[in-house]
């Protein structure tokens, strides 16, 4: 099978993948699929990069730039009041086409890239278990994107029945948790001490860069409505106060960052959903560095990732098909290395089921 039908056979199997949650998507991806011209415009990307998101983000760009008037009222997130029920293929083809060299250089420019703040509701549980044990934290994230996890202690929380807290921005974030937490964790009542925070990404995204800002909102699928509302405000919030992020290899330098930051506070490294993007031999690697840096002191480790994409991490691989995120606490102390798996998650943080 030639790249090309490879290619038209991702677009046919996106279709049901988007169905729930990216019903624009949906209804595209099979004309797409059909549709050779269409398809040749992802010729130029990686290869591991030519799949049906990368297109989409690429014309979705071109829909935030203002191409296309009509074809933005098929876009949710940009007519909140109600999309079109015409058939949107017409409008997307003419688009992509009408603008075909901007669309090659996308996709042989850029990859695809999120950084969703929900999951700074995961997060919290595990920083307030580590917060009270040693105290003012320091936090390395890494694959941090624009850095906007960073901005973790500026956010509310409403866990719904389980309580909320107040946050020094308009930005909440919306988690309901579901079981019996395990011993020694809980829905905390305030933000633990954040005593410094600091990125680390291949490709940081500079929240002051319009162009790198408007790529990262391309990303996010359209229908998500409340998601790309939310990013556009913490993206207004990371320009009054930007996070620092540095460029750099997550296995090669995030020693050198948790290094640095334990002079802060108890060093905290936070992934979710990044390590997916190494294969399982860096996996292995990203996991080695760590254990390295705690023989020589105490260190967290807080994951929230895909088991079944991230073999090499110490997490607890048993759950229910249906599960594709969990999230768990590694800790060294006095050189020993302990994991906690603390429940499956929403992979964008809308609910959280205690394990």
């Not at 937490?181 to 291949?202: E, M």
């Amino acid at each position: 099978m030639d790249h090309r039908a490879v290619l038209a056979q991702r677009f046919r199997d996106f279709e049901p993948i988007a169905a729930s949650r990216g019903p624009l998507y949906a209804r595209l991806s099979p004309a797409i699929a059909a549709d050779d011209d269409l398809l040749a415009l992802l010729d130029g990307a990686p290869v591991e990069q030519r799949l049906p998101v990368l297109l989409f983000a690429a014309v979705h760009l071109l829909v935030l730039e203002g191409r296309s008037d009509d074809l933005a009222r098929h876009y949710p997130n940009l007519h909140r009041g109600g999309t079109t029920t015409a058939d949107p293929f017409p409008g997307f083809r003419r688009v992509a086409l009408a603008n075909a060299d901007r669309v090659r250089d996308l996709v042989s420019t850029r990859s695809t890239q999120t950084n969703e703040i929900g999951r700074c509701a995961l997060y919290l549980p595990a920083l307030d278990a580590v917060h009270r044990e040693v105290g003012p934290l320091a936090l390395v994230d890494v694959g941090a994107s624009a850095g906007l996890n960073l901005l973790l202690d500026r956010f509310g929380f409403d866990y719904g029945e389980h309580g909320t807290i107040t946050g020094r921005s308009s930005i909440v974030l919306p988690c309901s948790v579901r079981g019996t937490a395990p011993a020694g964790f809980s829905i905390p009542h305030h933000v633990p001490d954040i005593a410094a925070a600091i990125g680390l990404d291949a490709s940081p995204i500079d929240v002051l860069d319009d162009d790198a800002v408007r790529w990262l909102e391309a990303c996010v699928w359209p229908d998500m409505t409340e998601r790309f509302a939310r990013l556009v405000d913490a993206i207004a919030l990371a320009r009054e106060h930007p996070p620092q992020v540095v460029a750099g290899d997550a296995v090669a330098g995030v020693a050198g960052l948790v290094e640095s930051s334990r002079t802060h506070g108890h060093p905290v490294v936070l992934t979710s959903w990044v390590l997916n993007y190494l294969p399982l031999h860096r996996q292995r690697d990203f996991v080695a560095a760590l254990d390295r840096l705690g023989e020589r002191f105490d260190l967290s480790w807080v994951i929230a990732e895909s088991p079944a994409e991230t073999p090499a991490l110490p997490v607890p691989t048993e759950q229910p098909p249906e599960v594709l995120t969990v999230v768990s606490l590694v800790r060294w102390r006095s050189g020993t290395r302990t994991v906690t798996r603390l429940g499956a998650t929403h992979p964008h943080g809308y609910w959280l089921r205690w394990d």
